[in-house]
């Protein structure tokens, strides 16, 4: 991984550093260090991602160009034969994709490290979300078993007797 996002770097712990008054102690000193060598690792990370994307950035380009070519050619009447190469529009999708989301995680790096909060609300999130799709699927599964059984039910019963078994058919999955 490329950053420790476990803990919010408190800019007082940097400005503290040079504010010792008779010198810093060696907790202070370790503390200050760990915090500008995340600083300076952020800066570092930010920095690559950055290339990274002006990298990303220039191939897809390039690809765009190569595209637009090979379609002009496709266009002109066959006097030579086509060179038979790599689908290019999934290759600049799969590029433009790296690029954006380098992007995005070069933003969410720039905004700062996660807090506690902000970990526990998207840990809620998707627990919450977890929660809803679980629902989502048990009431699905309870909707399929029931016209299975339905189905069954008619095939086998009539009259009022089909009518007992599918009233007790939706109470039971009522109940469930």
Do not use: W
């Not at 999934?90 to 700062?112: D, K, M, P």
């Not at 490290?113 to 009431?139: F, G, M």
């Amino acid at each position: 991984m490329f950053m420790d996002m476990t803990r919010a770097i408190d800019p007082a712990e940097i400005a503290s550093c040079d504010a010792a008054p008779n010198g810093p102690s060696p907790e202070r000193m370790e503390g200050c260090a760990r915090a500008s060598e995340r600083s300076e690792r952020t800066e570092r990370h930010l920095r690559m991602l950055q290339r990274l994307a002006e990298i990303g950035m220039e191939l897809a380009e390039a690809v765009g160009r190569q595209a637009l070519e090979q379609a002009k050619a496709a266009s002109e009447p066959a006097g030579t034969p086509q060179k038979a190469g790599p689908d290019l529009g999934l290759v600049f999708t799969r590029l433009s994709r790296a690029v954006r989301q380098t992007v995005a995680l070069e933003a969410r790096i720039a905004e700062g490290p996660l807090t506690p909060r902000a970990v526990s609300a998207a840990l809620d999130r998707q627990a919450e979300r977890a929660t809803l799709a679980e629902a989502d699927r048990r009431h699905r599964r309870k909707a399929q078993v029931g016209r299975i059984v339905k189905q069954a039910i008619n095939a086998e019963l009539t009259g009022i007797k089909a009518y007992q078994r599918e009233r007790e058919l939706r109470e039971r999955l009522e109940d469930e």
